[in-house]
């Protein structure tokens, strides 16, 4: 009997998993949010939990999302920089080091006092023009991405990442200089901190930045950067999986991940990587983009903001925004697609930042068997048939899909 192919759609909601939060009645996000269509999906097929890297491993989103992709993070994972810098459509040469950035507000003592200057929507490209230049023999690239997001290559002789970062990850801290880690670090450390140097007076300096100052507005007036690395090699997707696959996602991270493995980018314009991104407009375009691929990752960043910015009660309504989209687009479609809803990692609003608790998943497709879990969240879903690690998925998705092989005869 030769089985069916069905197409595969992943849903990944960053930084979705989250703790009991006192604003909600102790409930999570989840929990607490009415989500009817999410809930039918995942009554009527199979849940469970994913530790995205490993148990106890807090896992990043570059990480996360190479291992659901299929690939190991240990092996290919050389730092966040170089996928920002190709989502960003940097064009990355061998021997480049990128870095991700931020802009930032700094006072005239050089103390962060925003790290997200405000999460500035308009002017970054003006900014960014700005920043390119020439130090020593090294050409340094900058450009903005979403919102505060940017990515910062250099390329010359001699360069290394093996340097410290500028961002102190936190505010009401000094910015530190940039150290070399190992002597072949040396250069790239000096580079950077006269990067740094200069770009403070051209920012300063820019009109963009008058503007803000004349309105008593947040000035995007210096540039925090951080996981510095080498581009890797990723083996195709196509070749490796043996299907065509494509991504939405309006995050330059998780694009330049995407496209580095080869997979199609069938985002549409106006999307954005934060709560206001138009959920509709993405599923539209994946059900659109899977009658030419067989495979599309969606990313979805406003969960991840909301938890960032310790709003559980923002975070239960933007869960409640993609439910109705899946709603609108996806519940017609639900017969013929392997539905995969899951987060790369998790992101407690009590924390505003990332932690290792395993995320809720669940798989929908025709024929599925199911764990009859009513209510999709993070305490049900422990019910459920699925106990996963980020490397088991992309396997588990082929064969829902009738596309895996048979191991052994």
Do not use: W
Request: hydrophobic share 40%.
């Amino acid at each position: 009997m030769i089985l069916q192919m069905m197409k595969v759609l992943l849903i990944i909601a960053d930084g979705l998993g989250d703790r009991p939060s006192p604003v909600l009645g102790g409930k999570t996000p989840l929990e607490a949010a009415i989500k009817p269509n999410i809930d039918y999906l995942a009554k009527n097929g199979i849940t469970g939990l994913i530790d995205p890297i490993a148990p106890g491993i807090i896992p990043g989103s570059d990480t996360s999302h190479l291992t659901y992709l299929g690939y190991d993070a240990y092996k290919y994972y050389t730092g966040r920089g170089p996928f920002e810098a190709l989502g960003s459509g940097l064009k990355l040469e061998p021997g480049d080091i990128a870095f991700r950035a931020n802009f930032a507000t700094v006072d005239g003592n050089n103390i962060v006092r925003d790290r997200r200057a405000g999460r500035i929507r308009s002017g970054t490209d003006l900014l960014a023009k700005s920043l390119n230049m020439k130090i020593e023999d090294t050409d340094i690239f900058f450009k903005e991405g979403i919102e505060h997001r940017a990515a910062l290559v250099l390329r010359g002789e001699g360069l290394s990442p093996e340097v410290s970062d500028n961002d102190p990850h936190e505010e009401n801290v000094a910015v530190p200089k940039v150290v070399p880690l190992s002597k072949k670090g040396e250069k790239t450390a000096r580079i950077l901190n006269e990067f740094y140097d200069r770009s403070r007076k051209i920012l300063n300096e820019h009109e963009v930045n008058r503007e803000k100052r004349e309105k008593s507005m947040p000035e995007a007036n210096a540039i925090l950067f951080r996981g510095g690395g080498v581009v890797p090699e990723l083996p195709n997707f196509e070749i490796k999986h043996g299907i065509k696959g494509g991504y939405i996602a309006a995050v330059s991270l998780v694009a330049g991940i995407c496209r580095l493995a080869g997979m199609k980018n069938f985002t549409p314009s106006g999307v954005t990587g934060s709560t206001d991104t138009n959920v509709v407009a993405k599923l539209k375009a994946a059900v659109e983009g899977l009658k030419e691929v067989d495979f599309i990752l969606v990313n979805i960043k406003g969960t991840d903001i909301a938890g960032h910015d310790g709003n559980g009660m923002k975070k239960k309504e933007f869960i409640e925004k993609i439910d109705r989209a899946i709603g609108e687009v996806l519940m017609n479609e639900k017969d013929s697609l392997v539905i995969a809803f899951t987060g790369d990692h998790s992101t407690p609003a009590s924390l505003k930042e990332h932690s290792s608790d395993p995320v809720p998943i669940f798989i929908h497709y025709k024929g599925s068997r199911r764990d009859g879990i009513e209510n999709f969240n993070e305490m049900s879903v422990r019910g459920g048939t699925l106990r996963l690690r980020g490397n088991d998925l992309m396997n588990l998705l082929l064969s829902s899909a009738n596309m895996a092989e048979k191991f052994g005869a």
